[in-house]
Nanobody, 121 residues
Framework: VQLVESGGGLVQAGDSLKLSCLIS????????MGWFRQAPGKEREFVAA????????YYGDFVEGRFTISRDNAKKIVHLQLNSLKVEDTAVYYC???????????????WGQGTQVTVQG
């Protein structure tokens, strides 16, 4: 399983970004796709997850409706739409593959290399 994130960048507070995670795997139907983020000096934090088979979505408490996770079945891509970005959203964002919709990083088995999101005030 290989994961490649893209879409990060430098934006101003209040702007939007759309992150993408391309998954290379023979089949994805049993996977849960998660997004995590890690800021300097902080632990990796759960952002969102989506069950590939059911489409059920899960969000971290801090999201408060600003972020949306979605999947493109045909292209095997998971997106994370980031709206109303805040300075505190600055972090490296990682996508990951697991098999149950958990919020702990340890519950995910495969990880991408991450994409940097920097929000200026």
């Amino acid at each position: 399983v290989q994961l490649v994130e893209s879409g990060g960048g430098l934006v101003q507070a209040g702007d939007s970004l759309k992150l993408s995670c391309l998954i290379s795997a023979p089949t994805v139907s049993s996977y849960v796709m998660g997004w995590f983020r890690q800021a300097p000096g902080k632990e990796r934090e759960f952002v969102a997850a989506i069950s590939w088979s059911t489409g059920h979505v899960y969000y971290g408490d801090f999201v408060e409706g600003r972020f949306t996770i979605s999947r493109d079945n045909a292209k095997k891509i998971v997106h994370l739409q980031l709206n109303s970005l805040k300075v505190e959203d600055t972090a490296v964002y990682y996508c990951a593959v697991g098999f149950v919709p958990r919020r702990r990083a340890d519950d995910y088995d495969y990880w991408g290399q991450g994409t940097q999101v920097t929000v200026q005030g």
